[in-house]
Nanobody, 114 residues
Framework: QVQLVESGGGLVQAGGSLRLACTAS????????MGWYRQAPGKQREFIAT???????YYADSVKGRFTISRDNAKSTMYLQMNSLKPEDTAVYYC????????WGQGTQVTISL
């Protein structure tokens, strides 16, 4: 049974930083592509960033240059370093892992205040 657990969300002021973590269990973490998505109130879930098993990354234009995705295969954990946060970054952030199917974490709330 694959499980994904996110952590690190919270409330910060605009311009601040947060680091999210997503720890996986029940799968061969190191070989799985993973990603971060977010969903703001009243909006569809949107793609933020992805990282493959080799460490190659891809970002949405809205976060490029501000967010960094990374992974530590020894810890079965993926990270999202978020800098220069804006109020429009406020959302529930979800991690995703692709194995036999797509798996999602439970989400972690990120709120950016003015």
């Amino acid at each position: 049974q694959v499980q994904l657990v996110e952590s690190g969300g919270g409330l910060v002021q605009a311009g601040g930083s947060l680091r999210l973590a997503c720890t996986a269990s029940g799968t061969g973490f190191s070989i799985r592509p993973m990603g971060w998505y977010r969903q703001a109130p009243g909006k569809q879930r949107e793609f933020i960033a992805t990282i493959d098993s080799g460490g190659s990354t891809y970002y949405a234009d809205s976060v490029k240059g501000r967010f960094t995705i990374s992974r530590d295969n020894a810890k079965s954990t993926m990270y999202l370093q978020m800098n220069s946060l804006k109020p429009e970054d406020t959302a529930v952030y979800y991690c995703q892992l692709i194995s036999d199917r797509v798996y999602w974490g439970q989400g972690t709330q990120v709120t950016i205040s003015l």
